[in-house]
């Protein structure tokens, strides 16, 4: 076993640490009530704190059980604590102490709110949905199930429009179905209407457009994605839903991992039943935005193409290439790779950041979070460091993409990797719009003729030797890694 590279506290420096918070607490204006909690909380969280060192040590193996058990002591302890304790006291250093000891305890990044921020936040609020004259609208599917449903209660008028929208209508439609004694005004029917879209009780009932040559950028989570994704947004036909893709998909019942009593993120073949195609495609289709931002329904109805580049990322999707290609047959696979040592070392980072959780409290498994795709066996790995769990993932994201596309015409697919990207930008986003047949233009040439930016998702600055911070831990992984078994090893075998 390996020892944790940040230090872990023993139970008696914990008991030393929560004795300060809780002699603290007794000099300030606390309740006897409320001290009485606090003083078992207390005592609760050191004895957990010593069944876990007596398990694990300083050893990395017992890395997400501290996490956990940080987590408790910021929500139940010191998240109350804090208002009662004197400012420059030693139970205030305490809880610093013990909130900050991992990397693990931090919380989520969020960006900074400036002026500027503040002000597109404000725009964005006064900002009304663009109506068309030539477009339908419709009341959406399982109304009641709409947050903005239980608001109706309180807008009558909003409530009597909504109804005649029960049919796909057009905005002259319905005004010529108004009736006289409803006294409602063309303008305040375009403001009703504007304000049902945003309530999302209405729609737009539209023809989805034909998703020509789809491009899906598929690969192991922090394989950098993010960055190639951004880069390629930037071609002049790529249209983008701006993110990734989880709710999206599964958003749709059936294809939320829940369905498969959380059994992975993996979707075949089978998956892709016609309503569900039809659904996802449309989902994304109203979701559509151009380089420029730009809206696909806002675009007045005779300006929207009707044949779209889509562009697309989401690293769970690196278990759904089979489903991909039913749902889109004309997909298109960009294969990103990254180095394991590389990857690893940056889903572990992305672990410990917190900011990538994608599902809490799963069944069977002993913590309360599970970052990243949800692996087909993952069950298997409660009993395993972060650096195994981290490597498990690289590992199957990569045998299942590499065994996917081994089923699909090689014409369908191209390999990327990720240092060539960081290293070789014009030449590595020249040879995939060779492969996808994109439009060279002068924006797509000013964004390759530097070195690209740092992705918006970057933890910190990317850096060939990054990963020997957990060195000593993806070491011991590293032998059962992913090998990909090329007969053509030139594809990966490029010097470091």
């Known amino acids: 076993m390996e020892s944790c590279d940040c230090e872990v506290l023993t139970p008696q420096e914990i008991g030393n640490w929560t004795a300060e918070i809780l002699a603290d607490a007794q000099s300030s204006p606390i309740s006897p009530e409320e001290l009485l909690q606090l003083s078992h909380k207390l005592k609760e969280f050191s004895c957990r704190w010593e069944q876990a060192f007596s398990r694990f040590g300083e050893y990395s193996s017992g890395e997400l059980t501290y996490r956990d058990l940080i987590l408790d002591f910021k929500e139940q302890i010191a998240s109350k604590a804090n208002k009662w304790l004197p400012q420059s006291g030693k139970g205030k250093k305490a ?7 991992l990397s693990t305890s931090n919380p989520p990044v969020t960006k900074r709110i400036t002026k500027g921020s503040l002000a597109l936040a404000r725009k964005k609020l006064k900002a009304q949905s663009k109506l068309h004259g030539e477009a339908r609208y419709q009341v959406v599917d399982n109304l009641e199930l709409q947050k903005g449903f239980q608001q109706l209660v309180s807008m009558p008028k909003h409530a009597q429009i909504l109804e005649f929208f029960r049919s796909s209508s057009t905005l002259a439609e319905v005004g010529h179905s ?28 539209f023809p989805s457009p034909e998703f020509e040559k789809p491009l ?10 993010t960055l190639l994704f951004e880069t390629l947004s930037q071609f002049p036909e790529l249209w983008t839903i701006a993110s990734e893709s989880h709710e999206t998909i599964e ?48 675009l007045p ?3 929207r193409p009707r044949m779209v580049r889509f562009l697309e990322k989401t690293p769970k999707n690196a278990l759904r290439i089979p489903f991909l290609k039913a749902v889109f047959p004309g997909a298109l696979f960009i294969y990103l790779y990254r180095d394991p040592q590389d990857n690893i070392s940056s889903i572990m980072e992305g672990w410990r950041s917190r900011r990538f959780v994608a599902y809490k409290n799963l069944p069977g498994w002993p913590f309360r979070e599970w970052s990243f795709l949800l692996t087909p066996g993952w069950l298997s790995l409660k009993n ?22 081994q089923a699909l015409p090689a014409s369908s697919w191209c390999l990327v ?43 910190s600055a990317p850096s060939p030797d990054k990963w020997r911070k957990n060195e000593r831990e993806i070491a011991k992984v590293l032998p059962v890694s992913f090998d990909l078994g090329y007969e053509d090893k030139d594809k990966l075998s490029r010097e470091q």
């Open 301 to 303: 109805v005779n300006q």
């Open 384 to 405: 395993c460091s972060l650096a195994e769990i981290a490597a498990y993932q690289w590992n199957i994201a990569n045998t299942y993409i590499w065994e996917d596309l």
């Open 216 to 225: 899906f950028i598929v690969c192991a989570p922090r394989a950098g994605s």
């Open 417 to 459: 990797r990720y240092w060539d990207l960081v290293r070789e930008p014009a030449k590595t986003i020249k040879a995939i719009s060779e492969f996808a047949g994109l439009t060279w233009d002068s924006k797509i040439e000013q964004v390759v003729s530097q070195s690209l930016p740092i992705s918006r998702l970057t933890l």
């Open 251 to 298: 958003g749709i019942p059936e294809l939320h991992p829940s369905t498969r009593n959380f059994s992975s993120n993996r979707l075949i073949e089978a998956d892709a039943l016609p309503d569900i195609c039809s659904t996802l495609r449309e989902r994304f289709a109203r979701q559509l935005l151009d380089r420029d931002r730009r809206a696909y329904l806002e």
């Open 95 to 101: 809880i610093e102490v013990i909130s900050s000891m």
């Open 178 to 205: 108004l009736p006289p004694e409803l006294e409602i005004t063309e303008g305040e029917l375009v403001t009703i209407t504007q304000q049902l879209l945003e309530l999302k009780v209405l729609e737009e009932n």
